[in-house]
């Protein structure tokens, strides 16, 4: 046997599918009666709609039963509404059975109204209906629009041509209203569920039972007035058509829950029409007033009341949709003035505040404050922990600040103070109450997730035309601060001013530089130190400045890196010193010539293809390049990077690790790098003479290279104590003033020289 709640599961699916065959089967019979106009055809009519009525009732309880939460109320009232049609019905069978006359009665309309309130209620209860009360009051406000718009273009047509000794009775006046509560909630459906797509199914299936009804009511009120209903009356299929296809709707399975049950998804705009969809029956309403005027000039009642009723509510309405406009642009607002991520007011808050402080006049400073290492929180430990990271960093600045300065935040992991004339703090102090609160608490510092801040200082002064000036500064003095070794704070001055001012005017000349032929090479020899032969050179990169003269490599190196124009000169480097080495094999065949490549060249793709277009279209052996690289490209490279390089060792291409012991040495990363030589550092070579832990660290290397058959080049070699010991230790090349200075190709003297 198996349980009972598994029982139920496997037995329910089944016994919805009989009772929607059930109800069906009835509608059916009802109809064949009707159609063939069979005896009792009003009895059959009646008791097939209580029938219908009955089971659409259960049918809705039972979805009430297996929906979600969200969605219990909505079949909850759909089971009342059913369940108020069917006994509206009973009660009109009832009656009717005894007097033989149409049983308009309160109590009849009292039921069936109340069922229509039910429905109505479902509706703003529904998967996609607004979930405020704004909301839900402005979707029935629209409803009740489109209704009372269609009194008066109902009574065109229904009443018009009724004599008016024959609305003496009510019910042919206010059955009217009937057909416009249907439309009411039609619109209301199509409010709720136009924005969404596509739309939940139940949605269809009930909207097409309320325009069945809608229809039906309509035309039984057209029949009545004119005299000519009688019950049997084929439109009388139309209700219980309208309570099957309720009861189809309330069969199906519930939605998933990303399927409108997420409040946190973003609904879509409305289409236009959705937006002027109560207003559209309006002026429709306005002609049919003028047209339903009696002969004598006067309105019908029921006209008169429902256009000043309708009045109502457009005001009512447009009063809504003004407070809402205004909730809307507020919240606007904010969301254009404020950070999403910590709730500080972002730059262009900051901005508007910075202007109006700069027009109250003078003191006004800001502080600039911009995270150091916040990249390596995001890449190591992911984007999530970052934010996290600056909604904390944010809400300990906030307390540091407190009410002695306005706090925003630019963007990414900049933020800014601005201290005004109302608030005659000192900047300083002002930064270093931020630079303490931004210390790491116990715990924080071992697990790496808490950046340190540098934080620049501007002034307002006469040198400030505008607040961009000032924030120019305060980002002048935060570099500053970062040069300084990062953790501190700096306040603008005359000369970090014009220390910027050239170093701008420096990076857009280097920008030129390239392109204007300003760089060229000069060439140190690499010797042979058993021989003292030269046979290789290291190219070494100058710049004819057109104003400050030659500028050596530590000048303007560092620049391009921060710039990215590093990449566009290391090409020029390479095309250029292959060109000169091809010249300079046809004198020495067996010379090499090695080019430094930047860490942003080498995480680049496209560096084979410049290594091979440069050797190619000079004509030289890629065997005699050799493609310098420090230790900290090397480590912090990819494993695309180290393919790339194996890509470049098959070619032939040398791959040498420059200032090999100054980075993050380890025997791991010589495994993987395909290398062909070491290039000890100059600050070990020089020491070899006075330092005894210098000489064997260079003795180390060797003996490690030679190990993992590497060739060994001392740099800085430069007086003949060096040059001795490198000898002694057993390095194979070596390279520094000792053995020559940078110059031409054409100045190298192939030939070994006397030790």
């Not at 004119?226 to 049997?232: E, L, N, R, T």
């Not at 809402?324 to 991520?341: F, I, K, P, S, W």
Request: glycine share 8%; charged share 20%; aromatic share 6%.
């Amino acid at each position: 046997m198996l349980p009972q709640d598994v029982r139920r599961e496997a037995v329910t699916p089944r016994a919805r599918h009989v009772g929607v065959v059930v109800a069906a089967t009835v509608f059916l019979v009802e109809a064949i009666w009707l159609a063939a106009e069979l005896p009792q055809a009003a009895l059959a009519s009646d008791l097939g709609a209580i029938t219908v009525a009955t089971w659409a009732a259960v049918a809705c309880a039972g979805a009430a039963r297996r929906h979600p939460t969200p969605l219990r109320r909505f079949w909850t009232l759909l089971a009342l509404t059913m369940g108020l049609a069917a006994a509206g019905r009973t009660l009109w069978t009832v009656e009717r059975l005894g007097s033989h006359e149409l049983p308009h009665t309160f109590l009849i309309g009292a039921v069936f109204t109340a069922g229509i309130v039910t429905g109505t209620a479902a509706l703003l209860c529904s998967l996609s209906a607004p979930r405020s009360l704004v909301g839900q009051a402005r979707t029935l406000l629209d409803g009740v629009i489109v209704g009372l718009a269609l009194i008066p273009i109902g009574w065109v047509v229904v009443f018009r041509d009724i004599a008016t000794a024959d609305l003496i009775d009510p019910l042919r006046t206010f059955g009217l209203l009937y057909p416009m509560l249907d439309l009411m909630q039609l619109t209301i459906l199509v409010a709720v569920a136009g924005p969404r797509r596509p739309v939940w199914r139940p949605l269809t299936l009930i909207g097409a039972s309320l325009a069945v009804r809608a229809g039906a009511d309509a035309f039984y009120v057209s029949l009545v007035a004119h005299h000519s209903y009688a019950p049997g009356h084929p439109i009388d299929l139309c209700w219980p058509l309208s309570y099957l296809l309720i009861g189809v709707a309330a069969s199906h399975p519930p939605p998933p829950v990303h399927d409108g049950l997420d409040d946190a998804a973003e609904s879509p705009l409305p289409p236009w029409w959705r937006v002027a969809l109560p207003y559209l029956p309006v002026g429709g309403a306005i002609i049919a007033v003028v047209l339903a005027r009696r002969p004598t000039g006067q309105t019908p009642h029921l006209v008169f009341t429902g256009m000043m009723a309708l009045l109502g509510v457009l005001a009512l309405r447009q009063g809504l949709a003004a407070n809402e406009n205004l909730r809307l642009v507020g919240r606007l607002r904010r969301l254009a003035y404020t950070d999403q991520l910590t709730g500080l007011p972002n730059r262009l808050m900051f901005n508007r505040r910075l202007r109006r402080a700069l027009r109250d006049g003078p003191p006004v400073a800001v502080l600039l404050l911009d995270l150091d290492g916040f990249k390596q929180v995001n890449d190591r430990f992911g984007h999530a922990t970052g934010d996290a990271l600056l909604t904390a960093i944010a809400g300990r600045m906030r307390n540091a600040v407190g009410g002695d300065g306005d706090i925003a935040r630019l963007g990414g992991d900049e933020f800014a103070v601005l201290v005004d004339a109302a608030r005659p703090v000192a900047p300083e102090r002002l930064a270093e109450r931020l630079l303490a609160a931004l210390q790491p608490s116990p715990g924080e510092e071992d697990v790496g997730i808490h950046p340190s801040a540098s934080i620049g200082i501007a002034e307002y002064g006469p040198q400030h035309a505008s607040h961009t000036d000032l924030l120019r500064d305060a980002d002048i003095a935060m570099y500053a601060a970062k040069a300084a070794g990062k953790c501190a704070y700096r306040t603008c001055t005359p000369a970090l001013r014009e220390s910027a001012v050239s170093r701008a005017e420096l990076i857009a000349d280097l920008r030129r530089a390239v392109d204007e032929r300003q760089l060229h090479l000069d060439y140190q020899p690499i010797v042979d130190l058993a021989t003292g032969a030269v046979r290789s050179a290291e190219a070494l990169v100058r710049w004819r400045h057109p104003r400050l003269g030659l500028l050596g490599p530590a000048a303007f190196l560092p620049l391009a890196e921060e710039t990215g124009l590093i990449v566009p000169i290391d090409r020029w480097v390479v095309h250029e010193a292959c060109r000169a080495a091809a010249a300079w094999r046809e004198r020495v065949p067996e010379a090499t010539v090695a080019v430094n490549i930047a860490a942003a060249h080498l995480r680049r793709p496209d560096l084979i293809a410049t290594v091979t277009s440069a050797t190619a279209s000079a004509g030289l052996a890629p065997r005699a390049l050799t493609l310098e690289l420090t230790e900290s490209a090397l480590i912090d490279g990819s494993e695309a990077v180290l393919e790339r390089l194996a890509q470049l060792r098959e070619l032939g291409i040398r791959i040498a690790i420059d200032d090999f012991g100054t980075g993050y040495s380890s025997l791991s990363y010589l495994h993987r790098i395909p290398a062909t030589e070491l290039k000890i550092d100059r600050s070990f070579v020089a020491r070899l003479d006075t330092d005894s832990r210098a000489y064997a660290t260079v003795e180390m290397v060797t003996r490690l290279a030679g190990a993992f058959d590497l060739a060994v080049v001392a740099e800085g070699v430069e007086t003949e104590e060096q040059h001795a010991a490198v000898t002694a230790i057993g390095c194979v090349h070596g390279q520094g003033y000792r053995y020559g200075r940078p110059g031409t190709l054409s100045t190298l003297h192939p030939h070994p020289t006397p030790a």
